[in-house]
């Protein structure tokens, strides 16, 4: 059965950082994108960031620009999301998702989430 699940998540201060992971099984993921997603209690589920199949040319929304960082490590089957001077606004629950096929972030910012394969979530709430 393929699976992604994500850990990582909790409650951090205003200023601070975390790391989500993201791991796969049941099939290998290195040869297509994943990126993360998040929502927002009240609000549409809205991208975060993707990564290629390799690993370069990570691409970002402009909320998670200069302050997050995607990367994965393909041995592990693993995707990370490293947060940095996390905000309150940041807060809500974070899923990855996997492209079916396709190796270019493009398969994740342009696909129907349906075309996607989603972890269950993982919840951050940044708050004093």
């Known amino acids: 059965q393929v699976q992604l699940v994500e850990s990582g998540g909790g409650l951090v201060q205003p200023g601070g950082s975390l790391r989500l992971s993201c791991t796969a099984s049941?099939?290998?993921?290195?040869?297509?994108?994943m990126g993360w997603f998040r929502q927002a209690p009240g609000k549409e589920r809205e991208f975060v960031a993707a990564?290629?199949?390799?690993?370069?040319?990570?691409y970002y929304a402009d909320a998670a620009n200069g302050r997050f960082t995607i990367s994965r490590d393909n041995a592990k089957n693993t995707m990370y999301l490293q947060m940095n001077s996390l905000k309150p606004e940041d807060t809500a629950v974070y899923y990855c998702a996997a492209a079916r096929d396709g190796s270019t972030f493009g398969s994740i910012v342009q696909a129907p989430p349906a075309n996607l394969i989603w972890g269950q979530g993982t919840q951050v709430t940044v708050s004093s």
């Open positions: 049941g099939r290998t993921f290195s040869n297509v994108a």
């Open positions: 990564i290629n199949w390799s690993g370069y040319n990570p």
